[in-house]
């Protein structure tokens, strides 16, 4: 009696072997469908929601980025947590948020200009991502217009760029749902099954819905019109897959009870997983309590299992540069499911994208609190996330070994080296325009902020200046006096400019009164708007209230904020 690969899947499923914590044995994978479109492919959820005023899109409004979309994007009305790298655009649209951290405007992108998904569907290309999930909510309403329009766009870049798309219904908040599902598919939506980049699993249109069996009240269906609309799609001839909920094998928790026969009807199931774990061992937990029982739960009915996997959320830290994306790989990869989904794309307003994000602070609006990819100190190009799910699809189709160590770099190779840490002036050599009596200007940069430097008495302008050995990039000055109570608080007015040369200076920061209060520690902060290129920095005093004179304990230099 031959074994089948589906009782070798469902004897390694059985031995309680979790990837996440030992050396994996690859379980046999149980596909119920060959490799297609879907079935050993890499597919993203596409949200292409975000329009703005002007931007020629029936909607005219914000939509997706402000909480009242009639007003533009700012700090208080605003639905983002993550700012997309937004130098690849041609066009961007002018938000009320204050300027970015290196003096360029804020702005954003529309997903209504073809330029934009001709973008993000170059990148799907150039990173590996085959196929897109279009969503699709209740297109019977106001956005419906909008919706339809960027459905062609889709298909446009898809064909251009040679990746497959399909139609992933969303049924939140749709009342009429049932009649109004079938009526959209056959008068809008299947004209697009024509499209060679439309995408097919088992030579069948693939169609996903999501949202049935959720128990929350955007969603309240009932078993059976969800099983009607199931049945219909796959009497059109379309492969369906359901977008289900987590618990959707247990009845439980965010899963209503009473759909399981809805749920095994779909030839495909993938579970949703957003906001469900925040750490590797959260992806260990799931890939032993969830994971692994409801691939076999698939793989005994003949159905295809399609695991959702996350970047995590940027905005609350879970991404841990990578770490967590790649044990979510790791571990599905190793129990052998048929492909993954991932959320998302281009869902900056919930920050679990994966598209080209902000680097740093620089490449977001000051102050906004919203944080860049280098949040937890590690610094990550701009695509990293699009080069960890390339990768992430390699090991998936065995182009790369299985392997719980990340391959991908947080930076490329053609990204420039991480910016050094810690004070790049301290013990460097360090010149001045002249000092009194024994307070050189070494004792600036000695680290030692109870000695001090003092320039010649009654006058200025005078400076003080330390070469960096090298051009590095200056981003952050912090200057001091001694912390003793016996030097009262003074303003100093002084200015910051900067050489590669040491004869040609430019200005890095204006002229300013810096205030020296020995009841906050007698120091004093100046961030540049972006980090400079300089090897020789200089500070230039004009004026001191506490003294005739410059004065400085402390002169540290940082390339970073």
């Not at 019109?225 to 001839?237: H, I, L, M, N, S």
């Not at 994971?291 to 841990?320: E, K, M, T």
């Not at 920050?351 to 949040?375: F, H, M, Y």
Request: proline fraction near 8%.
């Amino acid at each position: 009696m031959s074994i089948s690969r589906r009782t070798v899947l469902l004897s390694a499923l059985a031995s309680g072997a979790v990837l996440g914590t030992g050396s994996p044995a690859v379980a046999g994978t149980a596909a119920a469908s060959p490799v297609g479109d879907v079935v050993g492919k890499i597919t993203v959820g596409y949200q292409g929601w975000f329009a703005c005023t002007g931007d020629g899109a029936p909607i005219n409004s914000w939509w997706h980025y402000s909480r009242d979309a009639s007003r533009a994007p700012s700090p208080d009305n605003t639905t983002l947590v993550s700012w997309p790298d937004t130098r690849e655009y041609t066009r961007t649209y002018p938000t009320a948020y204050p300027q970015l951290g290196d003096g360029r405007p804020a702005t954003l992108f529309s997903s209504w200009d073809q330029q934009t998904v001709d973008t993000h569907f170059r990148w799907m290309r150039e990173y590996g991502c085959d196929t897109a999930a279009l969503q699709r909510f209740n297109p019977f309403g106001a956005e419906g217009p909008t919706r339809d329009g960027m459905a062609q766009k889709v298909r446009q870049a898809a064909e251009s760029y040679g990746r497959k798309f399909y139609i992933m219904y969303d049924v939140t908040d749709w009342t009429s749902m049932q009649s109004q599902i079938k009526d959209d598919w056959t008068s809008k939506m299947k004209a697009h099954t024509a499209s060679g980049a439309y995408a097919r699993q088992n030579g069948k249109p693939v169609v996903c819905i999501w949202g049935f069996g959720f128990s929350d009240p955007g969603r309240p269906f009932e078993p059976a019109p969800c099983r009607d609309v199931v049945d219909w799609f796959k009497a059109q001839g379309c492969y369906v897959i359901g977008g289900v909920p987590t618990h959707w094998r247990t009845g439980t928790d965010d899963s209503r009870p009473g759909f399981l026969d809805v749920y095994r009807s779909f030839d495909m199931i993938s579970p949703w997983m957003v906001g469900r774990i925040s750490n590797t061992g959260g992806a260990d937990q799931f890939l032993r309590d969830l994971n692994q029982p409801d691939l076999a739960d698939c793989a005994a009915h003949g159905i295809d299992y399609q695991p959702c996997v996350i970047p995590g959320d940027l905005q609350s830290g879970h991404r841990a540069h990578g770490d967590l994306m790649w044990r979510q790989f790791y571990n599905l990869t190793g129990i052998g499911v048929q492909g993954f989904y991932i959320s998302m794309f281009d869902e900056f307003n919930e920050g679990n994208q994966i598209a080209k994000t902000a680097e740093t602070s620089a490449g977001v609006p000051s102050g906004s609190g919203i944080r860049a990819l280098d949040e937890d100190g590690t610094a990550c190009s701009s695509d990293y996330y699009l080069r960890l799910t390339a990768d992430g699809g390699r090991m998936l189709k065995g182009q790369l070994a299985l392997t719980p160590v990340r391959p991908t770099p947080p930076l490329s190779g053609t990204d420039p080296p991480p910016p050094p840490t810690g004070d790049l002036a301290l013990r460097r050599p360090s010149t001045a325009s002249g000092h009194t009596q024994t307070y050189g200007p070494g004792n600036a940069v000695d680290g030692n902020t109870d000695t001090y430097w003092e320039s010649t008495n009654n006058a200025f302008p005078q400076w003080i200046q330390v070469d960096l050995g090298a051009a590095q990039p200056v981003r952050r000055l912090v200057l001091n006096l001694p912390p003793s109570a016996a030097w009262g608080s003074r303003t100093q007015t002084l200015a910051v400019t900067g050489s590669v040369d040491g004869t040609n200076f430019s200005p890095l920061a204006g002229s300013a009164g810096r205030v020296f209060d020995p009841a906050t520690g007698n120091s004093t902060t100046i961030v540049l708007p972006a980090a400079v290129s300089a090897r020789y920095v200089r500070i230039q005093f004009t004026a001191n209230t506490g003294w005739p004179a410059g004065q400085l304990s402390g002169f540290s230099v940082y390339a970073t904020p």
